[in-house]
Nanobody, 123 residues
Framework: QVQLVESGGGLVQAGGSLRLSCVAS????????MGWFRQAPGKEREFVAG????????LYADSVKGRFTISRDNAKNTLYLQMNNLKPEDTATYYC????????????????WGQGTQVTVSS
């Protein structure tokens, strides 16, 4: 069992930055690939970024490439998402998720989810 708790969301102006964190419980964090997803009102949940168990490989949605950076610290059981040059279309609830072993982009392949943190970008 893995419990995930996100933090770091908030209200920011367009062009600003936020850093999201996700702390995982348990001693098996390094056995899970991790992902960030987001969901805006009336839209489906979408993949934002993912990272392999060791952190040696990452994936990004085209819409955030060059602006967002995913990273992890396995010693601290923590996942991060650095978001720069934020745009109003980035407004959504952001979720971290854990997938056993291999990294994938499909939300329905993930095993555990956090409760989400709201990010609102004003124009």
């Amino acid at each position: 069992q893995v419990q995930l708790v996100e933090s770091g969301g908030g209200l920011v102006q367009a062009g600003g930055s936020l850093r999201l964190s996700c702390v995982a419980s348990g001693r098996t964090f390094s056995t899970y690939a991790m992902g960030w997803f987001r969901q805006a009102p009336g839209k489906e949940r979408e993949f934002v970024a993912g990272i392999t168990r060791s952190g040696d490989s990452t994936l990004y949605a085209d819409s955030v490439k060059g602006r967002f950076t995913i990273s992890r610290d396995n010693a601290k059981n923590t996942l991060y998402l650095q978001m720069n040059n934020l745009k109003p279309e980035d407004t959504a609830t952001y979720y971290c998720a854990a997938k056993f072993l291999t990294l994938r982009t499909a939300a329905n392949t993930y095993d555990y989810w956090g409760q989400g943190t709201q990010v609102t970008v004003s124009s």
